[in-house]
């Protein structure tokens, strides 16, 4: 059982027209972002590789995206009361930013040791900060008390079906790109963008295989794909720290189920082979979970030979020292 159970009478699961929704939801609001080829990259796989560039999205990864559209589709007597997220990482920025730009007021429950920079940068975007201790207190708790409290409507990282709509449009604007994909890989923590880019890939490529990366420390995706229902992990412990979600989510869960052939792992050392090539052989800094497809294909560990493959970078938020530390190994 998983800790959002007993609200399966309000699941909506979202399809390929919430994808087209969100696509016109943000529409100027977020990036068009790059899709960038390497030759080297290519040779490396024996493939034509195709990357999303989610790194040099708005607040640095596809967060963006998915926050967007799920205030944008909001209510506007809902909007007023304001939105709500707990996160320590990239989804509380995507919020944040994403409510200031529709003026909707925003608060973000975060953990009293979350790092200074990411707090201030929370409070930068005019989001109200509280504090909890995630040692004691329950953050989904404080935050339903909050949301209670304001009439205001929480939108959790990945299980909720206008946030995985907006995951989606990153391969939607992708696959337009390139054509027709073999594959498509994807980056996944609690599932919300593997769902979302599956319901595009499958919805324009019908023949397109799409497969899930998770560290090989947090393989609850893998686990749940193979056994049939959401299996739940304790903390994983990993670099990818945008794929540490202990269980996908409900709303994105029968998507997997229904549209992704399957999910593989990497360890950490394969994800800082792969940002150290992404910073000497194309020039751009990928963080540790952005990594987690790219690391995937450049080890063999999903066949690609002579395949057309599109591969999300799903963000590029890592702290500059951490990011020197770990790519020259010091
Ligand atoms: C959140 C995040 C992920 C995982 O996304 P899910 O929708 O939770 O699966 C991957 N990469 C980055 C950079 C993220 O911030």
Redesign the pocket.
Do not use: D, F, I, W
């Given at each position: 059982m998983n800790d959002s159970g007993g609200q399966s009478q309000s699941l909506r699961i979202p399809t390929f027209d919430d994808v087209l929704a969100a696509r016109a939801r943000i529409a100027g609001q977020a990036h068009r972002t790059p899709v960038l080829t390497s030759r080297t990259a290519d040779a490396r796989a024996g493939a034509t590789l195709f990357f999303k560039a989610e790194n040099l999205q708005r607040v640095g990864?596809f967060?963006f995206r998915g926050a967007y559209n799920a205030i944008a589709a909001l209510a506007p007597e809902a909007s007023r009361n304001g939105v709500v997220a707990f996160s320590s990482?990239?989804?509380a920025q995507a919020i944040a930013y994403a409510a200031q730009l529709q003026g909707v007021p925003a608060t973000i429950v975060m953990p009293q040791d979350a790092p200074a920079m990411k707090m201030a940068a929370t409070s930068g975007y005019g989001a109200e900060i509280i504090l909890y201790d995630r040692y004691t207190e329950d953050r989904q708790a404080i935050s339903d008390r909050i949301a209670r409290e304001r009439g205001a409507a929480l939108i959790p990282?990945?299980d909720h079906p206008d946030v995985i709509a907006g995951?989606g449009t990153a391969a939607l604007e992708l696959i337009e790109e390139t054509g027709a994909l073999d594959l498509l890989v994807v980056?996944?923590?609690?599932?919300?963008?593997?769902a979302g880019s599956a319901l595009a890939a499958r919805a324009l490529s019908s023949g397109c295989t799409v497969i899930g990366v998770e560290p090989e420390a947090g393989n609850d995706g893998q686990q749940s794909l193979r056994k049939g229902e959401i299996v739940t992990i304790p903390v994983p412990r990993s670099i990818a720290d945008?794929?540490l979600?202990t269980h996908v989510g409900n709303h994105n869960f029968p998507i997997l189920q229904d549209k992704v052939a399957d999910i593989v792992t990497v360890t950490d050392a394969q994800l800082v082979e792969t940002m150290r090539f992404f910073a000497e052989r194309m020039k751009i800094i990928v963080?540790p979970?952005?990594c987690l497809a790219a690391a995937a294909v450049f080890n063999g560990i999903i066949p690609c030979n002579g395949k057309r493959v599109g591969i999300v970078l799903?963000?590029g938020n890592v702290d500059i020292a951490a990011f020197a530390a770990m790519v020259t190994g010091t």
């Open positions: 990864a967060k990482g990239n989804h990282p990945y995951q980056p996944l923590g609690g599932g919300g963008l593997l945008g794929a979600p963080e979970t952005g799903s963000g």
